[in-house]
């Protein structure tokens, strides 16, 4: 489902962020993205949502090759990847509800089916009877969860995830990490990028680690070595 070929990203003469990484994630694996601060987390994410290119290589998501995707095609490639941030990017002029139906909206779903998507969507983070509550009176694991529905409404097939627990006590976390699991139960390739070691070894899943843009472990399914 992602697959990154010899990819290297430089932004300039003196910045190389990734150096010839090699992996991939087949559909419906969990794994987990971590390294040092400035290992080049971000700049694979990025890639993969191509809010970059990379300067050499291959990045392959769903049979599709995105170095060369026109850019009209990039918003056609977003709608089918889930992102879930840190700081939940909510809007609190707006309610839970109307928070997760925006993709949906953006992308020109009839009306008849953003209530039953969306509906969906918080049934399965566990907030369905807060819909019509604002993000402001949920507590910080609500709101992780409300930017979790909103990144899967739309059913994505890859859903990343940004440092998702960084903010959350070791509890919550857990929390969220279930859900993450359950998502890629059903089929859905997911990648949490996150700094919580002690989360990765509770739940043992594979795990890609950076060292200075060079990928040190993980390589896993198209490659060598596993973490």
Known sequence: ????????????????ALRQVNFGLERGELAFLTGHSGAGKSTLLKLIMV????????????????????????????????????NHQLLFDRTVFDNVAMPLEVMGTPARDIGRRVRAALDKVGLLSKEKMNPMQLSGGEQQRVGIARAVV???????????TGNLDPELSA??????????QVGVTVLIATHDIALINDLG???????HGRLVTGVGAKGGLHG
Do not use: C, W
């Not at 489902?1 to 910045?15: A, C, G, L, P």
């Not at 739309?154 to 998702?164: F, G, M, R, T």
């Open 1 to 16: 489902m992602i697959e990154f070929r010899q990819v290297t990203k430089r932004y300039d003469s003196d910045h190389t």
């Open 175 to 184: 929390d969220i990490m279930r859900l993450f699991a359950e998502f890629s």
């Open 154 to 164: 739309n059913k994505p097939p890859v859903l990343l995830a940004d440092e998702p």
């Open 51 to 86: 809010m970059e290119r990379p300067s050499a290589g291959e990045v392959i998501v769903g049979g599709q090759v995105l170095n060369t995707l026109p850019r009209r095609q990039v918003p056609y490639i977003r709608r089918h990847i889930g992102v879930v941030f840190q």
């Open 205 to 211: 899943r594979r795990t890609l680690t950076l060292d």
